[in-house]
């Protein structure tokens, strides 16, 4: 069974970075969509982008569109999520998850996703 761990969440200040990281058990050797979450205190689990492992194609939902960006290494079987010019509006628990594609691209929906990592905390203050 894949496994997924993520990790780098942590306190920043308003405007900084940070790179989270997802390690796939088996990233190199499947075809799977693997997409990056977060959940704060009180609300739904939101997508923010998706990659789908064989290709790279990335989708990006609209609340991760500008400041979030998807990549992945296959050689060390980790996606990463780049956050840039963090909000205090971004403070929450930040989670991977893959699943097997099952159409053209990735969706970044959370219901689609089987599989999740124990998630990262990222806490951002003024």
């Known amino acids: 069974q894949v496994q997924l761990v993520e990790s780098g969440g942590g306190s920043v200040l308003t405007g900084e970075s940070l790179r989270l990281s997802c390690e796939v058990s088996s990233l190199n050797s499947s075809n799977l969509c693997v997409g990056w979450f977060r959940q704060a205190p009180g609300q739904a689990r939101l997508g923010l982008a998706t990659?789908?492992?064989?290709?790279?194609?990335?989708v990006y939902a609209e609340s991760g569109k500008g400041r979030f960006l998807i990549s992945q290494d296959s050689a060390k079987n980790t996606v990463y999520l780049q956050a840039n010019n963090l909000e205090i509006s971004d403070r929450a628990m930040y989670y991977c998850?893959?699943?097997?594609?099952?159409?053209?691209?990735?969706?970044?929906?959370?219901?689609?996703?089987?599989?999740w990592g124990q998630g990262t905390q990222v806490t951002v203050s003024s």
């Open positions: 990659i789908r492992s064989t290709t790279g194609k990335e």
């Open positions: 998850a893959d699943d097997a594609p099952t159409g053209g691209y990735c969706p970044a929906v959370y219901y689609e996703y089987g599989t």
